[in-house]
């Protein structure tokens, strides 16, 4: 039976540090508490699985409405893995796959609004908050501004990013998916490397459009989901008769029936 190392996982990284720090200063309890490691723990699950898992909802159902941008995506993955599994080295190649998940990040962010508290009263433009107020950014507001993306911002048009991030939009900091300053989100890089593999690897297998059943209702809670699920019809493209072996759509928009959500 394996025996666990310290610092080989996220627990284990967080108890080793904490543990340095209160050695550090001689044993006393400076470094963080039971009850915070075990509260960092769950942040990073909750904050690391729903928010990916939105992501790739979204782009599926987006790529389900617009099949040209599927047939691209999927001819790149081809072109860059062949017959082999997609690889961490190779992913960097991956533009139009990039580019499609970062207009989805814009038009569908995961994580849809961000709070922030006042520590003391601030000026923010015309405005004065006073301390002990909690701000709420809905990302939403900058991601859909004509003025920031132009009239065609509420339209999936990943084009827009064919020029990197910086070149989409002529206002710095417009694009916030993953929040920005010292609080950004800590997992991003994770995040599209995760959803990249994954789309790659589903792109290589399937095709798939959305079922009629789908009803577009895109709903907070925490992260943003589409309320009735993302009915898909997948078609398996390794089989050899490439039938259409899999799901039926589901006769209602509540049914769980190829939920990917
Ligand atoms: C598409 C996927 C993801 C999106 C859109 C996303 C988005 C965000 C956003 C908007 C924040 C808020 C930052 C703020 O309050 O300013 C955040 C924080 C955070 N995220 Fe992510 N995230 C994603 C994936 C992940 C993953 C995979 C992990 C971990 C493996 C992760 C770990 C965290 C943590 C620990 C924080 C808190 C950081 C702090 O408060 O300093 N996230 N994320």
Request: charge should be neutral; hydrophobic fraction near 40%.
């Amino acid at each position: 039976m394996g025996v666990a190392i310290p610092g080989n996982d996220l627990l284990g990284v967080l108890m080793e540090s904490n543990s340095r720090i209160n050695q550090d200063h001689g044993n006393k309890n400076v470094g963080m508490s039971v009850e915070d490691i075990i509260e960092e723990c769950k942040l990073f699950y909750i904050a690391g699985s729903e928010t990916t898992s939105s992501l790739l909802v979204w782009t599926m159902v987006l790529l389900g409405q617009h099949p040209k941008w599927q047939t691209q995506a999927r001819e790149e993955v081809n072109r860059v893995f062949g017959r082999a599994e997609p690889s961490y080295e190779d992913l960097n190649q991956l533009k139009i796959v990039t580019m499609i998940l970062q207009e989805v990040l814009r038009l569908y962010p995961p994580a849809p609004f961000i709070v922030r508290g006042s520590t003391e009263t601030v000026k923010l433009g015309n405005l004065t908050i006073p301390k002990g107020v909690h701000l709420t950014l809905l990302i939403g507001l900058l991601h859909y501004d004509p003025k920031i993306w132009g009239d065609d911002a509420k339209e999936f048009r990943p084009q827009r990013f064919s020029e990197g991030v910086s070149n989409a939009t002529n206002i710095q900091s417009s694009f916030v998916p993953f929040s920005a300053g010292p609080r950004v989100c800590i997992g991003q890089n994770f995040a599209m490397t995760e959803a990249k593999i994954a789309l790659a690897m589903i792109l290589k297998s399937f095709s798939f459009e959305l079922s009629p059943s789908y009803l577009h209702s895109p709903f907070s809670v925490v992260t943003l989901t589409p309320q009735f699920g993302a009915p898909l019809i997948l078609r398996n493209l390794e089989s050899k008769s490439n039938v259409d072996n899999c799901k039926q759509p589901s006769s209602s928009p509540g049914s769980t029936n190829n939920k990917l959500s």
